[in-house]
């Protein structure tokens, strides 16, 4: 998603998480091997030591509980945590969220919530339908390489404001928190109501993290948008509903190298963001890194990707571009249900997960 040769060397940085979240759950064999195959790609180098506890502990009869990897936990202490999961209060993990999005004035245009719908959007977008690889399960971007990925610069900024609600509910899966921020944000900047529904897993180790190049890069073509959203699962309604998303934060050039918000509203959720690419005119403005993007003609302060004026450009994209400046309302439904396939994209869902509509603080 970024000009990779504007790309900013990214600070190494070991995420916290690493150290706080190291358990995971066994429970019978198929379960076993369904929490393994929701991560990623191989498994984890200690399978053999996993397999052997899971034998241990199914001698004590403890198939049906939630046990710890690490085998000097007792049995006791693993049920307290299976209460503990239980007990995640997510209406009042939502109120956190929401009541922390404007508390640094001086950060950007005043609110967090754009960082955090991008933690969201980045977390699940790594999705590959047919490795079952990558997306918001496992939260993944905690781990060294993914979180330094140029793709996903800034994006600390994100998952350390979100530290300070994963210290009151340390139960919350890091996966279930980040794409709740995300619904969280969209919702209190005026967007639709997304139901959202808890599950995701936190991987252990870096090794589930997915390669560098799954997330798009601006600077490519309308094509590169198709191959990395079709790889998804997605359709080309379903990238334009969710494009509706740039409506919301700025690009930075420490982050992207781009710069600047793509309509003057940056904190409200509307479908400005197509009004302004089918009726503005857009220009080619340098940028002082030796990179270029578009600019409205009459207000160089806003801007385009690249690649959003090859959308533009392009038939199929085009219709979806028009209708959805026309049409809010159909934005809204629309956005809603690709944004909800978005984040749960490869989450091993159980099936008799309670779905949330959360209420807007202010509601
Ligand atoms: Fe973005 N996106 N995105 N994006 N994005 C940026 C910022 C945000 C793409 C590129 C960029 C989506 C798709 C694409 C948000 C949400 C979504 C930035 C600027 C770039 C370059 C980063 C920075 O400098 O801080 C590309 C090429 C995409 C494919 C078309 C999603 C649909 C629009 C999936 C989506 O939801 C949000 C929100 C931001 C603003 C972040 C901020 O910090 O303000």
Redesign the pocket.
């Known amino acids: ?2 000009l990779s040769s504007l790309r900013p060397v990214a600070t190494r940085h070991l995420p916290r998480a690493m150290a706080l979240s190291t358990r995971t759950t066994v429970r019978t064999p198929a379960a076993f091997a369904q929490a393994r195959r929701g991560f990623a790609t191989e498994a984890p180098k200690k399978s053999g030591n996993n397999v052997l506890l899971f034998l241990g502990l199914a001698a004590l009869g403890g198939a049906g509980g939630y046990y710890y990897h690490n085998s000097n936990q007792s049995v006791k202490k693993a049920e307290i945590v299976q209460e503990k999961t239980k007990s995640v209060d997510y209406n009042q993990v939502y109120k956190e969220i929401a009541e922390l999005l404007e508390e640094n004035p001086d950060y ?1 245009d005043g609110s967090y919530g ?2 955090l ?2 933690l969201a ?1 980045h977390a699940s ?1 790594t999705y590959d339908k047919d490795t079952k690889t990558g997306g918001s399960n496992g939260a993944t971007m905690r781990f060294d390489p993914e979180a330094t990925h140029g793709a996903n ?2 994006l600390k900024i994100a998952r350390d404001i979100l530290e300070k609600i994963h210290a009151k509910h340390p139960d919350i899966s890091y996966g279930d928190l980040w794409t709740l921020a995300g619904v969280c944000a969209i919702q209190e900047l005026g967007g639709p109501k997304i139901p959202w529904r808890p599950g995701r897993q936190d991987a252990m180790t870096a090794e589930h993290c997915t390669p560098d190049g799954r ?4 600077t490519k073509k309308e094509d590169h ?1 198709r191959d ?2 079709y790889r998804m699962g997605f359709d080309d309604q379903e ?1 334009v509903a ?5 409506a ?11 710069d600047g ?1 793509w309509q003057e509203a ?1 904190t409200m959720f509307s479908n400005e963001y197509f009004k302004a690419l089918s009726e503005r005119t857009w220009i080619k403005k340098k940028l002082p890194n030796g990179g270029w993007q578009y600019v409205d003609k009459n207000n160089d302060m806003v801007m385009m ?1 690249p ?2 004026l090859d ?1 533009w450009n392009d038939k199929s994209f085009r219709k979806y571009i028009q209708l959805y400046a026309k049409d809010q309302d159909k934005f809204y439904e629309d956005f809603t249900k690709a ?1 909800k396939k ?1 984040i749960e994209l490869g989450v091993p869902f159980k099936g008799d997960e309670k779905e949330y509509v959360f209420e807007t603080i202010n509601q």
């Open positions: 998603m970024v950007d754009p960082v719908v991008r959007w977008g610069n800034g997330l798009p890069d601006a948008v990395v959203f990238i969710l494009a509706g998303a740039h919301l934060g700025r690009c930075h050039p420490d982050r992207s190298g781009f918000p940056p990707l690649i959003e959308m944004f978005l």
